[in-house]
């Protein structure tokens, strides 16, 4: 396998999400993307705190043939203030068992596989 790494200016907690790593993403295509964000919920679908963040998900999601993403069960439910994408967009969402009933059972009445470990 191979491994890239994306460039860019670095923020001091370690993330390079400006206009250069942004440009990288693009010139990229992925059989599957993995993501993380700070919230998913049925309503706004996956969302982040930073715009420049949630722009680069929103390329990877779209740069992507399956989007996978993961997610801690604290985050089900929540959202952040830039949204990524809408919930039809991911592929297959992964949480823990203890996530919010109700909010996954909307979230898979949305046709998102969703996986509990």
Request: charged fraction near 25%; include cysteine; proline fraction near 1%.
């Amino acid at each position: 396998m191979d491994v890239y790494v994306l460039g860019g200016k670095m923020r001091c907690r370690g993330v390079c999400d400006d206009m250069m790593t942004l440009r990288q993403l693009e010139a990229m295509r992925f059989d599957k993307g993995f993501l993380t964000g700070y919230g998913v919920s049925s309503e706004y679908g996956l969302s982040n705190t930073s715009i420049n963040t949630a722009a680069l998900h929103k390329t990877v999601i779209e740069n992507s043939i399956s989007s996978v993403v993961l997610v801690p069960s604290y985050k089900i439910g929540r959202t952040g203030f830039s949204v990524v994408d809408e919930i039809e967009k991911i592929s297959i969402l992964i949480t823990n068992k203890d996530a919010d009933k109700l909010e996954i059972k909307k979230i898979k009445d949305k046709g998102i596989k969703v996986i509990l470990v």
